[in-house]
């Protein structure tokens, strides 16, 4: 079964701090990948996607996200973090196969930002 | 406004009770999701439907029912036989290819 890990649970950095966040997955064959954010007390919404195409990836508020095929990874990155970037992140995969349109889901790295 | 709504917000039950938890959406999607979010777990799948009438098990189905009447509901009971049924239930629902979804703001459910 497809699986996806992320690998720190919890990441706290001062602001202006490079982030990169990792993900990888199991999944073989094509895959469409996601990074979503969860602010406190806010809904989940989506950060970027990577479909086709260039493999690098930008999204809302700065974020990027490259996707490396041969090493199954689809890695979030930053800059310079800012205090408002705390929040829960979550990468989530959908195997391209059939009609299948379910998402895995990461278990999520808590990222803290101090001011 | 378009966008998925879920209600109440806040769940309390008694243990040994059914209860359902409402997902309504306007964004004339086809398919809608429901997961639930655990501290440390991340998202796990519980049911979803790609089409009205239909819908598949995700992987903890056990202890919850879902219906797919309408494409613009999709109601999820936690059952009496559901063992550890307090978390924060999410509801989603999702376009065809490539199959991104779109969240609602989430019920917490509390059974004691």
């Known amino acids: 079964a497809q699986s996806v890990s992320q690998h720190n649970h919890h990441v706290i950095l001062s602001e202006a701090a490079s982030l990169e966040l990792g993900c990888n997955y199991s999944?073989?064959?094509?895959?469409?990948l996601f990074w979503y954010v969860q602010y406190p007390g806010q809904h989940l919404q989506l950060l970027l996607k990577?479909?086709?195409?260039?493999?690098l990836v930008k999204g809302i508020k700065g974020f990027e996200a490259e996707f490396i095929k041969s090493k199954f990874s689809f890695n979030l990155r930053k800059p310079s973090v800012q205090w408002s970037d705390t929040a829960e992140y979550f990468c989530?995969?959908?195997?391209?196969?059939?009609?299948?349109?379910?998402?895995?889901f990461g278990k999520g790295i808590t990222l803290s930002v101090r001011p | 406004d378009g966008g998925i709504t879920q209600s109440p917000k806040y769940l309390f039950r008694k243990e040994g009770q059914n209860v359902t938890l409402s997902c309504e959406q306007n964004?004339?999607?086809?398919?809608m999701y429901w997961y639930r979010q655990d501290p440390g777990q991340g998202l796990r799948l519980i049911y979803y439907?790609?089409?009205?009438?239909?819908?598949q098990k995700g992987d903890i189905a056990e202890g919850y029912s879902v219906s797919r009447e309408k494409k613009e509901s999709f109601p999820l009971t936690v059952t009496s036989a559901q063992k550890n049924p307090t978390a924060f239930y999410l509801c989603?629902?999702?376009?065809?290819?490539?199959?991104?979804?779109?969240f609602g703001p989430g019920t917490r459910l509390t059974v004691t």
């Open positions: 989603a629902s999702g376009i065809a290819r490539p199959y991104e979804q779109y």
């Open positions: 999944y073989g064959g094509t895959v469409n």
């Open positions: 439907s790609q089409i009205v009438n239909d819908f």
């Open positions: 990577y479909f086709s195409g260039d493999p």
């Open positions: 964004l004339n999607h086809d398919a």
């Open positions: 989530a995969v959908n195997e391209v196969s059939g009609a299948n349109s379910k998402l895995t």
